[in-house]
């Protein structure tokens, strides 16, 4: 793939954003002469909810960083909105089959999350009282070194923290067999719900997707906000979008993604819900489109992490082993490039994090590469 994305955690704002990427905007790598000359932009905003085409601002921004607008019988055909909650919403209207089809996918993905929640709720209580009363025995420990293998306790009270420390590494094992079993019910139910109701062959599904990935497949770089991760991410598995982004990425197409946005472009959604009555920890969430295989983004990094813990950062780390955990704050900048695959920090006024399973916290500042393997 000849195309690159730039990945930001919770930006200040979306003028900052489009600001701060203009570099990036202006040196277009698509393939195709003509949209490359276009310089066209693809607005992702059904994280804005009822607020979807309130992009003003955002064209604005655009155009001050020197991509004019272009009209055509009073369009802006340069910054095009994707519409993909619009398009969604007419399909379900059209089609009160797949709208029940898609209210009852919605209410089967809840009750999956509910009981997954619930099983985690005990065995992370489980695991945190473990891990302080082995702290408690050997307060010099840390969670990295009590997960080590400790075949052969010897001293003062070792067999407790031996005994203690293999409790924790059975914790991890449940959360992580939890982890896998969610992941694997929410693809299940939804390609039962979508081969049930005769999705893919719709005669409205059908037509909407096609409008959506030739505005995918037309643009130079695209823009994928955050907001309300359960809109955007839905919407994007409704239409079955992944291969068109991926198209896209394959011609030289940029994406500048951030916080829900960079989300959905995971193999694995993780979140963590701070506004729920009972706190939660960080949990999986969904699955995204799996165009990033190696990179688990924890955006709003500072508000939610507790980064200078390292017992904290060790568990994050081993919890969600699959990838390599970076976490980016509102003025952190990764830029992974796909040929050569290399990721980098790009940001002038913050760094790019990753989290180790040792419980080590590194910032790459900008112009570091970012182990991502």
Known sequence: MHGAILFNGNAESEEWLVRTAAPFLLASRHRDPEVAASRRTLLVTAGWAEHEHDEAHVKRALNASGIPSAFDGGFDRTHENLSLLSELDAVLRGAPELAEAFRELRRAEATARRFYLEHNAHTIDLFRRTLREAKA??????????????AHP??????????????LRR???TLESNDDHLFELLGEIERRAFDNAGVGYHPGFRAAKDRLERRILSASTIFLFGGRLDLLLGALRFFRLRDAFVEALRCGAQIVAVSAGALVLCERVIVYDDFAETPRDFQLYDRGLGIVQDIQVLPHCMERIQTDD??????LARRF??????GLNQRSLLLLEFAPR???????????YVFGPDGNKRCHGRGEEVPIS
């Open 171 to 173: 914790a991890f094992r």
């Open 310 to 315: 390292r017992d904290n950062l060790a568990y």
């Open 154 to 167: 010897t001293g003062p009270g070792s067999l407790v923290r031996h005994a203690l420390a293999r409790e």
């Open 342 to 352: 290399r990721a980098r920090s790009v940001g002038d006024d913050d760094g790019v």
């Open 321 to 326: 082993r699959h990838h390599a955990c970076v």
């Open 137 to 150: 025995q050997a307060p010099d420990l840390d969670l990295s070194s009590l997960l080590a293998d400790l």
